[in-house]
T-cell receptor
Framework: GENVEQHPSTLSVQEGDSAVIKCTYS??????FPWYKQELGKRPQLIID?????GEKKDQRIAVTLNKTAKHFSLHITETQPEDSAVYFC??????????????FGKGTKLSVIP | NAGVTQTPKFRVLKTGQSMTLLCAQD?????MYWYRQDPGMGLRLIHY???????AKGEVPDGYNVSRLKKQNFLLGLESAAPSQTSVYFC???????????FGSGTRLTVV
């Protein structure tokens, strides 16, 4: 099956600086890569996603890049704010052979933005 | 439009007791999933369903059973709860392959 590795597990940045979280995946057949933000005690929320036919996608201060050759993708947050503090999860979607494109998640990155 | 609704939100069980977690979605999604979330372990797939009447095992299915009798509902059952099943359980649904999940608000289960 698919395996997703996520780094770093914790990340502290000063407010206004940029934050980068990196993920690698094992199966070259994976074709959909979402990122989720989870605030303490809340549900994971989709913040951005990218498909395998696109190399980069941006939404205001958030961007995701995908390198299919190297099998890695990254989340970039610019001009970080205290409300960006949360746990971020990457995921990769692989067709399981039983009619379901299930997501495999990384173990998460706890981002702390220091005012 | 409620999205994905999970009940209950909190529950404490004694070892050996049984219970059922309910997940309901009103988005007409075919695919539904049950995950558990433990500190440092991320989200691990328990069971999933690709449509009404179908279920399949995920990464950590032991000790759990599921049913999808109606398209909008996905039930997760614990027949004989164990302390190792103490966790936060999330249900999710998705419309199709290239779409993200919509998660429910979670159920915090403690087995003592």
């Amino acid at each position: 099956g698919e395996n997703v590795e996520q780094h770093p597990s914790t990340l502290s940045v000063q407010e206004g600086d940029s934050a980068v979280i990196k993920c690698t995946y094992s199966d070259s057949a994976s074709n959909y890569f979402p990122w989720y933000k989870q605030e303490l005690g809340k549900r994971p929320q989709l913040i951005i996603d990218i498909r395998s036919n696109v190399g980069e996608k941006k939404d205001q201060r958030i961007a995701v890049t995908l390198n299919k050759t190297a099998k890695h993708f990254s989340l970039h947050i610019t001009e970080t704010q205290p409300e960006d503090s949360a746990v971020y999860f990457c995921a990769a979607s692989l067709y399981s052979g039983a009619g379901s494109y299930q997501l495999t998640f990384g173990k998460g990155t706890k981002l702390s933005v220091i005012p | 439009n409620a999205g994905v609704t999970q009940t209950p939100k909190f529950r404490v069980l004694k070892t050996g007791q049984s219970m059922t977690l309910l997940c309901a979605q009103d988005m007409n999604h075919e695919y539904m999933y049950w995950y558990r979330q433990d500190p440092g372990m991320g989200l691990r797939l328990i069971h999933y369903s690709v449509g009404e009447g179908t279920t399949a095992k995920g990464e950590v299915p032991d000790g759990y059973n599921v049913s999808r009798l109606k398209k909008q509902n996905f039930l997760l059952g614990l027949e004989s709860a164990a302390p190792s099943q103490t966790s936060v359980y999330f249900c999710a649904s998705r419309a199709g392959e290239a779409y993200g999940y919509t998660f429910g608000s979670g159920t915090r289960l403690t087995v003592v």
